[in-house]
């Protein structure tokens, strides 16, 4: 160990540029994986923040964000199954709002019956007086240059219908490059224009006693012509759409395989070269009868020093550019496990690297250092 110490700090600049090598790696996984992460949350965050067991959608619905309504009679029939103790209703669309100034911005409106869950954005009759909750809109805070509200409320118009901006909330910032409102389900179908006893995404709370998989095989059979999903296929179904599906979610797939493919060969080259350039000292030690293994200890051990200091000056150096980040992109989003497996990937990298500088450090000619 000590000898590994005083090889690495023997040339300082050269541990300096193998560090910054590290950390430039560390650096760039922490980063794309927490676009990728993010990318995959915000598909199936409205999915994700009910807490209803099952989705009836129209057939063949990818993704939330482009469903079709329903027959009222399809919720009607769902209540009737065995198992089904709630229902609630989801709706998400396109639409037109006029700022108060008079500007137009199209819009991602979604609405939502009050029940859907304590976390799926819609407005509260705690909230607002039951007169006012009629035009009741909120609004995320990361749209809220795009939204262009002065002070609350403020009276707009959503598909030339009056509406009031009542709230502001976090933690559901648009992705698809407009902002996105929230209201009740019965606002939403008078904004967008169909009846108030359509559904376009219809949810089904089911009582614990009973089974969701036999409950989901039941409404199967009584509605052949939608698609019943469980929450979490329908939440996997909304992410593979997005990520594998669409140019947006493919690039960030591909940048987030670049980064760690980037990462893999930027450590591997800068440990190997840093061996070669003391394959001299490996040649004494060598030379002096150091044994197989103790060549492979210091190899391995210098590999996994400069691992471990490249990859904390790499998350000190990813903290501001998240946060950052965040400020551009609001549903960018880095979860505690995904620095910690950058960290151990970048261990392991740096010890599968050292594989080959290993190699080369056995196999040196002991008799070379009398040559130099």
């Not at 790696?25 to 995959?40: D, E, I």
């Not at 979604?110 to 705690?126: E, I, M, R, T």
């Not at 007169?131 to 009741?136: A, G, M, T």
């Not at 409102?181 to 089911?206: K, Q, W």
Request: net charge positive; aromatic share 10%; with cysteine.
């Amino acid at each position: 160990m000590k000898l590994a110490w005083q090889n690495i700090f023997h040339d300082r600049a050269r541990f300096l540029a193998t560090v910054l090598g590290v950390s430039f790696a560390v650096f760039l996984m922490v980063f794309q994986g927490s676009l990728l992460v993010g990318f995959l949350r915000a598909a199936s965050r409205f999915i994700d923040a009910s807490d209803f067991d099952i989705w009836i959608t129209a057939r063949g619905v990818q993704a939330f964000e482009f469903g079709a309504t329903l027959e009222a009679r399809a919720r009607e029939m769902a209540a009737g199954v065995p198992g089904v103790v709630e229902t609630g209703r989801a709706c998400m669309a396109f639409a037109v709002y006029r700022k108060p100034n008079g500007k137009q911005q199209v819009v991602a409106l979604v609405g939502a019956d009050s029940n859907l869950g304590k976390h799926f954005p819609v407005p509260q009759l705690a909230e607002t007086t039951e007169s006012r909750l009629l035009d009741s809109i909120l609004y995320d805070a990361s749209d809220r240059d795009l939204i262009e509200v002065a002070s609350l409320p403020a009276a707009v118009e959503i598909n030339r219908h009056r509406a009031n901006i009542e709230h502001e909330i976090k933690g559901f910032g648009g992705f698809l490059g407009v902002p996105s409102l929230f209201t009740s389900y019965r606002n939403a179908a008078r904004y967008l224009g169909f009846g108030p006893e359509d559904g376009m995404y219809i949810l089904l709370r089911v009582g614990k006693e009973y089974s969701v998989s036999d409950v989901q095989q039941n409404l199967r059979q009584r509605l052949p012509e939608v698609d019943v999903l469980t929450r979490e296929e329908f939440a996997h179904k909304s992410r593979m759409y997005w990520v594998i599906k669409t140019g947006a979610g493919s690039a960030i797939l591909t940048a987030a395989v670049l980064g760690f493919l980037i990462g893999l060969v930027v450590v591997s080259q800068t440990i190997y070269a840093n061996t070669i350039e003391n394959i001299e000292e490996y040649a004494t030690l060598k030379a002096l009868g150091a044994s197989r293994f103790f060549v492979a200890r210091i190899v391995l051990i210098q590999s996994l020093i400069c691992a471990a200091a490249g990859s904390i000056l790499g998350l000190l150096a990813v903290v501001p550019a998240m946060n950052y980040a965040r400020s551009l992109i609001p549903w960018i989003h880095t979860p505690w496990w995904l620095p910690v497996m950058m960290v151990v990937l970048s261990l392991l990298m740096c010890s599968l690297a050292s594989v080959a500088s290993v190699r080369s450090a056995l196999t040196v000619d002991p008799g070379r250092v009398f040559r130099a």
